[in-house]
């Protein structure tokens, strides 16, 4: 019996994204930066509009029909978001305002209620700002210990020291996907190993989620954070998933109206999860367009999501390598089944911001910076890399566009 490959039929795709079919200076545009923030289909948009429109109203607190049926629009975008990373029950999602807020919940609340001088965090090489400087803000407030996982010459996480790293430790918190490097860490292992050493096993899945099938019950983590924008849907809204026994043992992160059972004039009782980690008026409209993002992203479904970025990863390397040979440096695993969309180089001796800006003038939009990943950069021995990264709507077209833009770079700088 042979598996049938799912596949994207990426034309299709194109055509739900208006963005995607704009142009610019009358030339297509090339959009290479969905690690980024990716573009919105027109489902989303129409989903966030007509809610707008006809059915916005406060959630969770007046008795009108309008309201009840904002609150339970909102819960619903909950149980579709809990079902698309297979959480046991949409209760165990909490809307935060992105993977950063989520992972500063659990830094924050989490780790001021469990963590004392002395404990140990261990993270790892590659990790995103987002899921250090919280680690960071804890180890000076508490006094906590971090232990860095190193990683190998091809940009994978170097797993010969783990037991001694993990030894005495209460937390393992790593990327599922870098946004630097494109690798997909072996996470279902690595919470395992975690466990096994008595420490709790977070996932920065703020990458992966957007690309792969999630079953955050398969890896056995105990927390994941992600984002909507990344996924076709709004910014404004991510998510934390935690399981429920840890997130009802969590104490609350912000204070105020929504966040409460009870206020006295000597204390509080705070609500049930997931409304003890949601204070004030969240962004309704928002959620509206994360489920939809959802549904989008079913629709299309995520085995075929995942095997059309190994193909055009696979093609934007062959012919990347091919056209430029050694003058083009690619980072990450060459092995496309641990790594994803994201395509970080060097190119000649080039700043990437200049190749970014030569790009911009083909209409060929990717990011030059350091990817709020300054250790990896420091270890990478750069300041910055030039970062093409791919998603549903881009094709051949796009790589190749993405080949001939730097073809016009070398012609600029005189190689
Ligand atoms: C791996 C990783 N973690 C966390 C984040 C933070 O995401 P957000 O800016 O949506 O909070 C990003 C964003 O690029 C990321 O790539």
Redesign the pocket.
Known sequence: MTLEVPVLDTAQVKKQFPLIGDTIDGAPIHYLDS???SQKPQCVIDAMSSFTEHHYAPINRSAYRLAAEATDAYEGARAKVARFVNADHPDEIVFT???????NVVAQSWGRANLAAGDIVVLTHM?????IVPWHLLASERGIELRWIPLTEDGRLDLTDLDRLLDGAKVLSV?A???VLGTLNPVSDLCAAAHAHGALAIV?A??YVPHNATDVQEWGADFA?F?S??MCGP?GI?ALWGRAELLDATPPFLGGGNMISDVRLDGFTPAAVPAKFEAGTPPITEAIGFGAAVDFMESLGMDAVRAHEIELTGYAIETLTERFGDDIGIHGPRDLSVRGGVLSFAFRDLHPHDVSQVLDQHNVCIRAGH??AKPLMRLLGVAATARASFYVYNDHDDADALADALEGASDIFGF
């Open positions: 690690a980024n923030s305002k992105n993977a950063t807020e989520a992972l990790e995103h700002h987002a899921n990327a996907m870098s946004n920065d703020c990458q954070a984002s924008h990344k910014s991510g990817h709020c």
